[in-house]
């Protein structure tokens, strides 16, 4: 487990899309978050201090699942403060990254930080889920967006049998997957979290006809 600042940043440089660029548009990110923060929640304030670990590396992590052919267009669902989103966005700058979320004040900060990290790939839309047109997407990510079982029903029509859901559940992720019934969840496992020995990401493929709208 990575279990501090200078550990996760080490991480992150160390992946091959760790180039100075990168380190540099994630720098950033960080120096607006901390600021921002003090305007409008963001994330916890404690957690300001392990901000590379609990945020930055918590999001990098997704990409050691996700192929660097197959990686685009992705779909970051609930993305709050840009995580994962944001730091997607940062370190494959060449991928589509669609991040959902409906809040105004947090649709202008994102909007803001994909200006200044120059991300033109990196498309905020303002709206809820329910609103948007249904397109396929080669991945989906989530994080702290709904409980399992209603965050596939509200998503599946974005998802193929090919798609690749990625969702950090903490430490709630073997729990959920185990609620789910029928073949749903066939699809799925969890692998651990980089960032909490007892959390995990729920990891695979949608068994599309097993959810009810």
Known sequence: MIDSEAAARDWIRAMPEGNAEAIERLEKLAAMLVEEN??????SANSLDSLWQRHILDSAQ?????????????????????????????LRPKCEVVMVESRG???EW?????????LPRAIVVGQRLEQIET???AVISARAF????????LSARFSTRDTLWLLPKGRSAAIELAALKNSVGA?????????????????????????KQ
């Open 187 to 211: 699809g799925f496992h969890v692998e651990p979290s980089l960032t909490d020995a007892e959390a995990g990401l729920i990891v695979g493929h949608l068994n599309a006809k097993g959810v």
């Open 146 to 153: 709904a409980p399992l079982d209603r965050l596939l029903k």
């Open 105 to 107: 004040m947090r649709i």
């Open 110 to 118: 994102l909007n803001r930080v994909c200006e200044a990290l120059d």
């Open 62 to 90: 997704l990409l050691t699942h996700v192929p660097r052919e197959t990686s685009s267009p992705w779909l970051d669902l609930g993305t709050g403060a840009g995580f994962p989103g944001l730091v997607i966005a940062a």
């Open 135 to 137: 397109r396929p997407f």
């Open 38 to 43: 003090a305007v409008q929640n963001l994330v």
